[in-house]
């Protein structure tokens, strides 16, 4: 059973256009959502993060958006770049154990 | 700053044999992990290890054991490999007490099991 959701595999968006990958929860413990972006043959990266006392948190191009009553949270990526295609992960964390439970990711493509 | 290393990139391996992967992080970093991450299943937790001398079982631990002799190394190992220990293993560290959460990644190691 997935606590944590991403029912897009796939998005294609066109360079210079928002970008937005969403999210859904089940387990209402989480407090804290983080995104994370891998490239092929690469690890994943941290992104940007929230914590369950927000509703949204920006950082640069990117920012986060949660909706706990919808347990459900958005990436936007606005512009989009060429160099934003790669897998995006969201995860999500409960109380101190430190772990966190991902998503299956969705593949972004932004064409040119 | 190296960040988070593993070794090795790549091993191919038969039925039945061992080998041990090492993740090594110069970030002082108390926690770390290891993850498996398949087509479709997106990263699971092994194990996890929340100082030196401590280790802790994760999602899919089964078939693995793990070591963290020291802070900055955390070692996998598969005593007798199976096919389906075919994967891409990453490793990962965080700290305690600052973003906790936020977790750095060595770069994977891609497993064959033949």
């Known amino acids: 059973d997935q606590q944590v959701k991403q029912n897009s595999p796939s998005l294609s968006v066109q360079e210079g256009r928002i970008s937005i990958l969403n999210c859904d929860y089940t387990?209402?413990?989480?407090?804290?959502f983080l995104w994370y972006k891998k490239y092929p043959a690469e690890g994943p990266t941290f992104l940007i993060s929230i914590s369950s006392i927000k509703d949204k948190n920006e950082d640069g191009r990117f920012t986060v958006f949660l909706n706990k009553s919808a347990k459900h949270l958005s990436l936007h990526i606005v512009p989009s770049q060429p160099g934003d295609s790669a897998v995006y992960f969201c995860?999500?964390?409960?109380?101190?154990?430190?772990?966190?439970?991902w998503g299956l990711g969705t593949s972004l493509a932004v064409n040119p | 700053n190296a960040g988070v290393t593993q070794t090795p990139k790549f091993r191919v391996l038969k039925t039945g044999q061992s080998m041990t992967l090492l993740c090594a992080q110069d970030?002082?970093?108390?926690?770390m992990y290891w993850y498996r991450q398949d087509p479709g299943m997106g990263l699971r937790l092994i194990h996890y290890s929340v100082g030196e001398g401590t280790t802790a079982k994760g999602e899919v631990p089964d078939g693995y054991n793990v070591s963290r002799l020291k802070k900055q190394n955390f070692l996998l190992g598969l005593e007798s490999a199976a096919p389906s220990q075919t994967s891409v293993y990453f490793c990962?560290?965080?700290?305690?007490?600052?973003?906790?959460?936020?977790?750095?990644f060595g770069p994977g190691t891609r497993l064959t099991v033949t």
């Open positions: 387990n209402s413990m989480f407090d804290y």
């Open positions: 970030m002082n970093h108390e926690y």
């Open positions: 990962a560290s965080s700290y305690f007490d600052r973003k906790p959460y936020e977790q750095y």
């Open positions: 995860a999500a964390g409960a109380g101190n154990n430190r772990k966190l439970i």
